[in-house]
């Protein structure tokens, strides 16, 4: 094997050498960072969190549509909608329920307006819908429990 030959071999070892090295960096890099719970606003008690959830979006209903918060608004109304309906989408005990039923249809509905139409105030008619459906939930879940 001449001299040129082996420098060739070794320029070709010490590249791929190299790029194992650097997928190895990456690869501990992006996957060794420790991960986090999300923080939840829900207790864990659906007619408490029920109400809570309730009274809060109530208020962001009758948020009017000149508030200089009302972004501020939408963005934790979306965050509680996400919470609530991922903590008790998957419970066989609440999902069935007239209650959840009828929430899940409120903020599916709120939360559709907001992520299709950002920029514009929620609509007279949407605001009486939601009205009635989060009292009415409201009232499921106090005969409920």
Request: glycine share 2%.
């Amino acid at each position: 094997m001449s001299v040129k030959e082996r420098s060739e071999l070794f320029s070709k070892f010490f590249e791929k050498a190299t790029l194992f090295a650097i997928c190895l960096s990456i690869f501990f890099t992006l996957f060794n960072t420790p991960s986090y719970a999300a923080k939840t606003s829900m207790t864990g008690d659906y007619a408490k969190d029920t109400i809570s959830v309730v009274k809060t979006l109530q208020i962001a209903v009758e948020t009017p549509k000149n508030s200089p918060d009302k972004d501020e608004v939408r963005n934790e109304s979306l965050a509680l909608i996400t919470d609530y309906i991922s903590r008790y989408r998957n419970r066989g005990m609440v999902n069935k329920t007239q209650s959840f039923t009828t929430m899940q249809t409120a903020l599916n509905a709120m939360a559709g307006h907001y992520k299709n139409f950002a920029a514009r105030p929620l609509p007279e008619k949407l605001k009486e819908r939601l009205t009635k459906e989060f009292s009415l939930a409201e009232k499921m879940v106090l005969r409920e429990s």
